[in-house]
């Protein structure tokens, strides 16, 4: 699949910092972008989610371990 230069240039310009080009399709289509969720938790919440997050994975892990036993 190409793009003209005319196109690239575009899709180019519409890309912010750290986003591949795809995410700008993908943005541009409606699609939503992890770009998109920046700024939406304060640093408390974002502080608990990766806490949970982390736990989940530690649970995980876990559960994998005893699974190969």
Excluded: I, T
């Amino acid at each position: 699949m190409n793009l003209s230069e005319e196109a690239y240039a575009l899709l180019a310009s519409l890309k912010q910092p750290r986003e591949s080009f795809s995410d700008v399709v993908r943005r541009l289509a409606g699609e939503r972008s992890l770009f998109d969720l920046v700024g939406v938790l304060d640093e408390a919440q974002a502080k608990k989610l990766e806490e949970r997050v982390k736990a989940g994975r530690d649970r995980a892990a876990r559960r994998r371990a005893r699974q190969l036993r």
